[in-house]
């Protein structure tokens, strides 16, 4: 049941129905003397959540299902994302906790008390309050969003839980429990930007729908999406708010490899207030009518700087290929550069020519940061397990700095050319990468991890050897020795195990074959 085994499945169950399943036959869980641990926090949610719920059903829960009703709020899409109703009393969770055997530790580990500085009496975070459970990817409540009742309410619209072992506001969207099996089917996510859109989403037969956690849309969250679809609709809120939120969301969602349009609401409007307002049609319609993010980008900073004007139009164009920068496609960039140049009219050469000097600047700062830390970190001596191989190091020089070697790799070394050591296991996953079309994702991804690779490979990534105006004949000459370097030194260790005669005698055959190959293109490079 839902990826998950016998016993977690039923466990799982058990939590959202509110039952307990003994463990041990004294309880529902032991209590490690070290504090509450991460099942427990699973534990309480799911079981808190059915409480919650049963205060919504029940006659004090009235003027919530009232609200909710006004709302427009199903009793069908109540039941689907379990809202509940927190009485109005600061010591309800509190002997709700108590009743069932779990200590005010826990209850504060998990969120669902709080207790002033100083105080030893915890009480209740949620008053009066509609909650809304948060689910993570398993279906799992790890956390609570309570919304006011009423605008004269005090404190905040919405209380969230606060961070704990289980929940991280940055990792986990509202609604992907409910919208996982939609955006799988619909090949794509609906994100919006607040727990009543996605709501209003859902009944209203959008069921891919999420929502960030009150924050800014995460690299972490999009990679989370990544997960069941490639691709992202970008329907936050129209206003000026949501509107910086959806150019933001470029970091992440690039960072992520996804793609991405953007809903174009309408003015003032949000998913819910549209839905009420002109019905699910007119959100239909807006999806259909999404559009490419990089032409809402364009959009958007023509509103911000003077389009007419000969600086507005660098301005925009640096913003925009600052953004464009980060796509690993060179297909994609030079579409992107295209439709800058034809909206601007700007001469797609000079567009192409500003990308590279961005690119190029952003590369320089990369490394200089790079190398800093490698100035403050590097040993004095490197030890002898970490240190390259020629071949290793100049294999991933080339492929790290001579993108087109990375492609030439692809096609003319095999997984059993490469060493497994550090560099090797580098190197597979830039070629990886490269094999995708997204080379420079694959750098980007290794000047990351720069400070956990050995000092002579870090080293490397800081200095190629074969810098940019390096002749491609030494580069090719030099690229062309190592493969056939890794591929002798493979023969070789074959050679020393093999017990069949025929095949000893082919793999030696083979040896010499790449001897005079080498022998060969020595004589021709220095005869040049």
Not at 483 to 496: C, K, Q, T, W, Y
């Amino acid at each position: 049941y839902d990826g998950l085994g016998f016993v977690d499945a039923v466990k799982l169950l058990a939590g959202r129905m509110g039952l307990e399943i003994p463990d041990d036959g004294s309880g529902f869980k032991k209590r490690r003397q070290d504090g509450p641990a991460r099942e427990d926090l699973y534990a309480v949610h799911p079981r808190l959540t059915h409480w919650y719920r049963q205060n919504l059903l029940g006659p004090g829960g009235a003027t919530a299902r009232q609200y909710l009703a006004e709302r427009g709020i199903s009793d069908e899409i109540q039941e689907r994302f379990q809202v509940g109703y927190a009485p109005d009393s600061f010591h309800a969770v509190v002997d709700w906790g108590r009743a069932h055997n779990y200590s005010a530790d826990l209850m504060l580990r998990a969120g669902v008390l709080t207790s002033k500085e100083g105080s030893r009496s915890p009480y209740d975070r949620w008053r009066d309050r509609i909650m809304f459970p948060i689910s993570d990817e398993r279906r799992r409540v790890v956390a609570f969003s309570g919304r006011v009742l009423s605008s004269e309410a005090k404190g905040g619209k919405y209380v969230n839980s606060p961070e704990t072992d289980i929940f991280k506001k940055g990792r986990i969207l509202y609604g992907i429990g409910q919208a996982r099996d939609g955006i799988r089917k619909q090949g794509c996510t609906l994100l919006c930007e607040g727990q009543l859109d996605v709501i209003a989403c859902h009944q209203a037969g959008f069921d891919h729908a999420v929502a960030p956690q009150g924050t800014a849309f995460t690299t972490e969250q999009a990679r989370l999406l990544g997960r069941f679809a490639p691709d992202l609709l970008l329907a936050f809120d129209s206003d000026r708010a949501g509107t910086e939120a959806t150019v933001k969301a470029a970091d992440s969602f690039l960072a992520a490899s996804l793609t991405a349009r953007v809903v174009r609401l309408g003015n003032g409007e949000d998913p819910d207030s549209l839905i009420k307002k002109d019905g699910p049609a007119a959100l239909a319609a807006r999806i259909q009518q999404a559009q490419d993010y990089f032409a809402f980008l364009i959009d958007y900073l023509s509103t911000q700087h003077d389009a007419t004007h000969p600086e507005g139009k660098r301005r925009i164009a640096e913003t925009y290929l600052n953004v464009v920068r980060q796509l690993p496609s060179e297909i994609t960039r030079s579409e992107y550069v295209q439709l800058l140049s034809n909206r601007l009219d700007l001469a797609t050469e000079a567009v192409r020519d500003e990308l590279h000097q961005i690119n190029d600047k952003q590369q320089t700062q990369a490394q200089s940061r790079t190398r800093r830390r490698l100035i403050n970190t590097a040993p004095a001596v490197v030890p002898e397990q970490n240190r390259l191989s020629s071949e290793e190091s100049i294999l991933f020089d080339v492929a790290l700095h001579h993108g087109r070697y990375a492609w030439r790799m692809v096609e003319d070394l095999e997984s059993g050319d490469l060493p497994n050591s550090q560099a090797g296991h580098a190197l597979r996953a830039l070629l990886a990468r490269s094999a995708l079309g997204e080379w420079s994702a694959g750098v980007r991804d290794i000047a990351v991890q720069a400070n956990e690779l050995p000092p002579s490979l870090s080293a490397v990534i800081v200095r190629s050897q074969f810098p940019a105006d390096c002749p491609d004949d030494v580069v090719g000459n030099a690229y062309q020795r190592c493969v056939l370097g890794l591929r002798e030194v493979r023969l070789r260790e074959r050679s020393a195990t093999e017990q069949d005669p025929k095949t000893q005698l082919e793999i030696n055959k083979k040896r010499a074959e790449i001897a005079y190959e080498l022998k060969t293109m020595r004589r021709s490079f220095r005869g040049q």
